[in-house]
């Protein structure tokens, strides 16, 4: 535990939601839903706009429309998340060596091995500059908790929300944390909490009072042990800037069940080959190939294959996934599918199931060139792609470029046609809507636009005051120190987002709650 507030944790503000509103002028200050539009979606943000109508994360998508049917519902746009996500842990990565990513947007921050912040003071100095700086280079807003100690750091942001800072003061963590619930505390999850409730024990003073035996006693001496310490806000728990990544996986719901077996596999092949690209993007390979199967029942079932090294050939694990398919009973209907690799390590073994694939492929080469002429056979159609004769398929607020109107999103789509708004993040108000032919030729998918427009060069490299730029010699420092030189530290965040815990991981999250700016608990 440390004498001053110097950890801090940031969490952005309804993070996908709010990119969603500032990407889109049109729905600035309106309810905004993202998640899977489908049967079977769920939300994954929400905006405090929606939030007004009972509609949270994790909320059934269809439940969600029907509390707020006139929000707009989105589909996410991961591209877009991950660069303003990258942008944010550079910010981060300025402020110390030390930066902890949770999420796409959320990460702790250990101030005081950055240099920037010795106490109360400057280390609230370096949280609103970071809140500032977030602001300006993002167009998005975030909340900062400050404290002694990352438990209560992240309690902090929370009491932040929305747009806010909240510094607790150490020496007062007992008197916060008394009256809150226990699922507060790190490692009370539904199953844990719902068993202390059975014991009577609700708030975290509860916890305090039953005494570490009897924590040990209802949960393990692990667990309890350590709960009972943070129930007395103690928490030692360091910033770590790299932690041990265990697995990779992917794993996709369907609207409606699949029977057809040849359909079954085919998408195990498609998340075989999507698992593969998110373990080379990190640069890491793995031994163990798992498959999840959720039937239509809700009964899920995990199979594994341990190979004989470390691999990332999209051939090998699409062939173990393939076999691990052949054990499990689909017959009744399957509504999940996934696939993961577990022992990861930083290099690749050459694997004898990878050299049977290459050769395989050499002799079915071999077959094909030596085959008599006659009329070519139809390439098997991606599992990606929409079936022949539906059209391109159009994502509901996915970015467009249409040859005469410009850049735009989806509305809608159906029955032969897609509606688009054309406008820009720099729209200062609502564009104009079209409507097209799904198969229009003028119209195609764009990458999103930066939600900040990027400042203009400057023409003139030395002003008349003879400084670079024009521009008077500028003597800040990092935030939280005026008077030092400007330090830019590597960016903390690796592009795909998706393995290593040094950048931010692929989870979509947010929560709701309520806070001031620049608050402080204070000393009692």
């Known amino acids: 535990m440390r004498a001053a ?27 905004v ?14 905006s405090y706009e929606a939030r007004r109508f009972g509609v949270h994360s994790a909320m059934p998508m269809a439940q969600a429309r029907r509390l707020c049917p006139n929000a707009a519902y ?29 999420s796409l947007d959320e990460a702790f921050v250990d101030l005081e091995a950055g240099g920037v912040a010795d106490g109360t003071r400057s280390a609230r100095r370096a949280g609103e500059q970071l809140r500032r700086d977030i602001l300006a280079v993002t167009g998005l807003s975030g909340s900062v908790g400050l404290a002694g100690s990352k438990m209560l750091a992240k309690i902090g942001s929370e009491r932040a929300k929305p747009d806010g800072l909240v510094l607790i003061q150490p020496g007062t963590e007992r008197e916060l944390l008394a009256p809150l619930s226990v699922r507060i505390l790190p490692g009370v999850g539904p199953a844990t909490g719902e068993h202390l409730r059975r014991a009577g024990m609700t708030t975290v003073s509860h916890l305090a009072e039953a005494g570490e035996d ?31 990544t265990k697995s990779v996986s992917v794993e996709d719901t369907f609207d409606v069940d699949l029977h057809d077996r040849v359909r079954v596999r085919a998408e195990v092949v498609r998340l075989a080959g999507r698992c593969v690209e998110r373990l080379r993007a990190a640069g890491r390979s793995g031994r163990t190939v798992v498959l999840k199967v959720r039937r239509y029942d809700f009964s899920t079932l995990t199979r594994s294959e341990t190979l004989r090294g470390p691999t990332d050939d999209p051939e090998v694990v699409r062939e173990a ?26 290099f690749t073994q050459e ?35 929409p079936p022949a004769g539906t059209g391109r398929r159009w994502l509901a607020g996915h970015d467009v470029h249409h040859d005469e109107y410009g850049a735009g999103w989806v509305q809608g789509s159906g029955v032969g046609r897609v509606t688009v708004r054309f406008e820009d993040p720099y729209a200062t108000g609502p564009g104009r809507v079209r409507t097209f032919g799904v198969d229009d030729p003028a119209l195609r998918p764009s990458d ?16 008349p005051d003879g400084t670079p730029g024009g521009r008077e010699a500028d003597t800040g420092g990092k935030p939280g120190n005026p008077e030092g030189p400007e330090e830019t530290a590597p960016p903390g965040a690796d592009p795909e987002g998706q393995v290593r815990s040094s950048s931010p991981a692929s989870r979509p999250k947010s929560r709701s709650g309520g806070g001031g700016v620049g608050a402080e608990i204070p000393s009692p």
């Open 214 to 244: 009897e924590l040990v006693r209802l949960l393990g001496k692990a667990h309890g042990a350590s709960l009972y310490r943070m129930a007395l806000g103690h928490d030692d728990r360091p910033v770590v800037s790299e932690r041990d």
């Open 351 to 385: 694997d004898l199931f990878a050299q049977a694939a290459t050769e395989r492929a050499a002799v079915r080469e071999s077959t094909v060139d030596e085959a008599p002429s006659g009329p070519a056979a139809a390439p098997a159609p991606s599992p990606d792609e």
């Open 33 to 46: 839903v993202v998640g899977g539009l489908g049967p079977r979606g769920v939300v994954s943000t929400a």
């Open 321 to 346: 996934a393939g076999r691990l398919l052949e054990s499990v009973d689909t017959t009744g209907g399957v509504r999940l599918l996934g696939v993961g690799v577990t022992g990861l390590a930083d």
């Open 74 to 102: 989105l589909v996410p746009r991961f591209a877009l998340y991950r660069e303003v996500s990258i942008q944010v842990m550079e910010l981060l990565g300025r402020l110390s060596p030390l930066v902890e990513p949770l």
């Open 448 to 463: 999103p636009l930066p939600l900040v427009r990027a400042a203009p060069a400057d023409p003139d490299p030395d002003g």
């Open 5 to 31: 507030p110097t950890i801090l944790h940031l969490d952005m503000d309804a993070f996908f939601a709010a990119a969603e509103q500032a990407a889109k002028p049109s729905l600035r200050g309106k309810p």
